[in-house]
């Protein structure tokens, strides 16, 4: 008898296009319309996205079969950083906001942000074309800032930004840890031996 029970998890970095959903499918009716990571690919069975991110926003997204590498990851050891275009030209102050930490609402309630990492990046990021449109110049400039946090609610980095008076226009998520986007495309898949 087979008394061996270690399974082989499978692991994939994605860059989740803008407009899908973080998960495989859904039952609800309201939800039929939207969009899917299943529809990328033939993922293998007990697939599992680690974090999440919002339908508007893009980037690097790490699936995985194993729970222990979603716990760890998912865990405020690793770091997630963040592209985001914004609404105005960005300023120190502004920035030094942010880094301190800043008060979003969260479940109905207050909550201040942990100190982070941010800074202005002075040129447009190496990443794709936006696939949906983006207000352009003509209705008044935008700014690039990178923000790294070892948290994640909901919307976090959206809800910052508005809260030092920089709405987000495009969100991408470019790194989670020692992985980054690097040259990937909306809707590319890379399967990996292990993230760590």
């Known amino acids: 008898m087979d008394t061996d029970h270690t399974t082989t ?41 680690i974090g999440r991110l919002d339908e508007k926003s893009e980037g690097l997204l790490l699936l995985t079969t194993d729970g222990k590498t979603s716990n760890y990851i998912n865990s405020k050891k690793v770091e997630k950083e963040y592209y985001a275009q914004v609404d105005g030209i960005m300023t120190n102050d502004a920035i030094n906001q942010l880094k301190a930490g800043v008060e979003i609402g969260f479940n109905g309630k207050k909550y201040m942000t942990k100190p982070c990492i941010a800074k202005i990046i ?18 008044g400039p935008t700014s690039w800032i ?25 969100l991408v998520r470019a790194r989670i840890g ?18 760590l």
């Open 146 to 170: 990178s923000i790294t946090l070892t948290e994640g609610k909901f919307r976090q980095v959206r809800k910052m930004t508005s809260a030092v008076g920089y709405p987000t226009l495009r």
């Open 122 to 139: 002075n040129d447009v990021p190496k990443i794709p074309k936006p696939s949906q449109k983006i207000r352009d110049d003509r209705h």
């Open 9 to 49: 998890h499978r692991h994939f970095i994605i860059y989740k296009p803008f407009g899908y959903l973080s998960q495989f499918y859904s039952n609800s009716k309201q939800q039929k319309s939207k969009k899917f990571l299943g529809e990328l690919s033939n993922f293998p069975e007990g697939i599992m996205p």
């Open 178 to 195: 020692p992985i980054y986007i690097n040259d990937m495309n909306a809707g590319d898949i890379i399967e990996v031996e292990s993230f």
